[in-house]
């Protein structure tokens, strides 16, 4: 069975950092790529950064370009996002999925995270 | 502002069918048949529900289809169900990022 499994989050005042991890099992982590999605209270979906299987390609939305940093650690089945410089705005919980093959698709989600950027 | 435009919400009664739409533009949907729907309820994450604009996961019910034209997709629930109440997202592949239209609710009458 695919799980996905997210950690790391919290209260954190502005300017401040954070990192999630994901972790992931019952599949063969390193052949899928793997993404970061958020949703704000109240609002909807929104594609934070994607990261290759191999983790030779990395993508980031333009909101968190220069701020995040997404990475993979394919010997423990994990997944990252190192948040900088945190905003508001960044409030949201954090969704880790899986994309399916080519399909640029999210077949797995994990259950979220929320991340409270607050003073 | 979303990249790509659904309504914000659409209803219908048991048994009828409704389509949502989800326009984006000649560098995400009219570029690429890589538009997926999410199904989301209240406090759980997304389901997949389609994927390259018309393919059904396993699982999925055979009520649910996709289709594209130009620069909007389409997602289609035919035999309304109580259970189909939900928010329904798009999303395309865009070249190097993926983007999610705003969400529509959908409301079984």
């Known amino acids: 069975e695919v799980q996905l499994l997210e950690s790391g989050g919290g209260l954190v005042q502005p300017g401040g950092s954070l990192r999630l991890s994901c972790a992931a099992s019952?599949?063969?982590?390193?052949?899928?790529?793997m993404s970061w999605v958020r949703q704000a209270p109240g609002k909807g979906l929104e594609w934070v950064s994607a990261i290759s299987g191999s983790a030779d390609s990395t993508q980031y939305a333009d909101s968190v370009k220069g701020r995040f940093n997404i990475s993979r650690d394919n010997s423990r089945d994990t997944l990252f996002l190192q948040m900088n410089s945190l905003r508001a705005e960044d409030t949201a919980i954090y969704y880790c999925?899986?994309?399916?093959?080519?399909?640029?698709?999210?077949?797995?989600w994990g259950q979220g995270i929320l991340v409270t950027v607050s003073s | 502002q979303s990249a790509l435009t659904q309504p914000a919400s659409v209803s219908g009664s048991p048994g009828q069918s409704i389509t949502i739409s989800c326009t984006g533009s000649?560098?995400?949907?009219?570029?690429?048949?890589?538009v997926s729907w999410y199904q989301q309820y209240p406090g759980k994450a997304p389901k997949l529900m389609i994927h390259e604009v018309s393919k059904r996961p396993s699982g999925v019910s055979n009520r649910f289809s996709g289709s594209k034209s130009g620069n909007t997709a389409s997602l289609t629930i035919s035999g309304l169900q109580a259970e189909d109440e939900a928010d329904y997202y798009c999303?395309?592949?865009?070249?190097?990022?993926?983007?999610f239209g705003g969400g529509t609710r959908l409301t079984v009458l």
């Open positions: 999925a899986r994309e399916w093959g080519y399909s640029y698709s999210f077949d797995y």
């Open positions: 019952g599949f063969t982590y390193s052949s899928h790529a």
């Open positions: 000649s560098s995400n949907v009219g570029s690429y048949n890589l």
């Open positions: 999303c395309s592949y865009g070249g190097f990022r993926r983007v």
